[in-house]
């Protein structure tokens, strides 16, 4: 198998990202450039992503981030196999930039377009960097997403479970929100829990124990602006042991589900291929969350593997990947493809 070159756009949310990846599909790849640009300082005056804001500063950043992608990895136009761009699912005038800029590109330079779901990056990302064989349970956790999926293979996805209403970084950056934390809330409530008290405040646990995996976190966000209410003088203390509560509140939820959906996919399966327990996407980050799920795989002997949070989070490198495990495997797609808003993985 010949070691294919890739460039990796993405825009589908508040990163503008692009990368170079090469490697040969199944094997592990090289990361020759990684380039992210994220939007914070664009949307931290309202407290979560604009869109039209993001698709503007897509615009203006994208040729640039691209331009610096080629000249770290030091690498020609001709030296590219294909360019693969984020086609959705996403803030749909931010998907329209990075693909219509790939398409233009794909143009200019003769080189294959390659659609790439954004999902898809994040179910596929750990095995750009880790030895990750199919098929594996996948957790991936991030700001518009809380979905448990068992990756057959490439291309075959079941959906186990999703979340009924917010994804779980959207309860992370409404939580830091209420509690007056910044933007992006993730990082902001896990550096304020970590000198807070997790049980001053007793918060619902939703659907822990309910039959099947999906997920529910709109409650918890409710019960969270139940306390605060609108008394902007809450202490300074009193932040800290509510973070602490949500963030344990989060950790016990996504810990019993994922934990039961391991016992399933172990059921289905048998230990014989080895069971392994992925988690990806932007809350990945979270150290506690990654140390709470170490523990139910353990237990229940899957080996969890997790990307370096650098690819957890939204990049070009994921989309890279993808496009270079999908390139090899059905070649490249119609110029014609177009930016999708809504794109399930599986169902
Ligand atoms: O995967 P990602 O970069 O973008 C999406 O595709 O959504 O995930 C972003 C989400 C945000 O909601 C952010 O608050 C959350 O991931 N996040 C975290 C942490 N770092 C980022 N949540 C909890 N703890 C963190 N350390
Ligand atoms: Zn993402």
Redesign the pocket.
Known sequence: MPVLRILGIET??D?TAAALVEGTPGGKGRTLSNIVLSQLKEHAPYGGVVPEIAARAHVEALDRIIDEAMRKADITWNAIDAIAATAGPGLVGGVMVGLMTAKGLCVATGKPLIAVN?LEG?ALSPRLVLDCPFPYLLLLV????TQLLAVEGLGRYRLMGTTIDD?V??A??KTAKLLGLGF????A??RAARNGDASRFRLPRPLIDREGFDFSFSGLKTAVRNHVGEDEAWPREARADMAASFQQAVIDVLSARAGKAMDDFARRKGAAAGLRFVIA???A???G?RASLEKAAGERGFTLLAPPPAL???NGAMIAWAGLERFAMHGADDLIVAARARWPLAS
Not at 142 to 145: A, R
Not at 184 to 187: E, I, N, T, V
């Open positions: 589908s949310c990163e954004h994040h991030s700001g518009g997403h994804a970084g959207e992370f950056d992006p809330g993730g990082p409530v896990e996407g932007g809350v980050a979270n150290a969350i957890c989070t939204d």
